[in-house]
Nanobody, 129 residues
Framework: QLRLVESGGGLVQPGGSLRLSCAAS????????IGWFRQAPGKEREGVAC????????YYGNSMKGRFTISRDKTTKTVYLQMSGLEPADTGVYYC??????????????????????WGQGTQVTVSS
């Protein structure tokens, strides 16, 4: 059973930066893809970024490209989401999640929450002045 625990959320001013962490535990982690999704009140869960453990390949949602960076530390089994240039529209609960092997089925479809099976409890990010 895979367990994911997020941390690092908080309140940040527009234009600021924040780094989220996802601590993973369980068996077979090397064969998982770890993703970040976010959900704003009244909106659907949106794919943010994903990293494939087997080769460190990454995928980003369109509105995050150039502002967010996903990375991982193999030693500590932690996946990070470095966020910069934050905007009020980035406010929401950020979830860490995992699926077997790949991040996306096709580029056209992108990150789909329904493709991911294990979810953390989420961490709140609020961007406001």
């Amino acid at each position: 059973q895979l367990r994911l625990v997020e941390s690092g959320g908080g309140l940040v001013q527009p234009g600021g930066s924040l780094r989220l962490s996802c601590a993973a535990s369980g068996t077979g982690l090397d064969y998982y893809a770890i993703g970040w999704f976010r959900q704003a009140p009244g909106k659907e869960r949106e794919g943010v970024a994903c990293i494939r453990n087997v080769d460190d390949s990454t995928y980003y949602g369109n509105s995050m490209k150039g502002r967010f960076t996903i990375s991982r530390d193999k030693t500590t089994k932690t996946v990070y989401l470095q966020m910069s240039g934050l905007e009020p529209a980035d406010t929401g609960v950020y979830y860490c999640t995992a699926r077997a092997d790949i991040c996306i089925e096709t580029v056209a479809i992108g990150l789909l929450a329904t493709d991911f099976r294990s979810w953390g409890q989420g961490t709140q990010v609020t961007v406001s002045s």
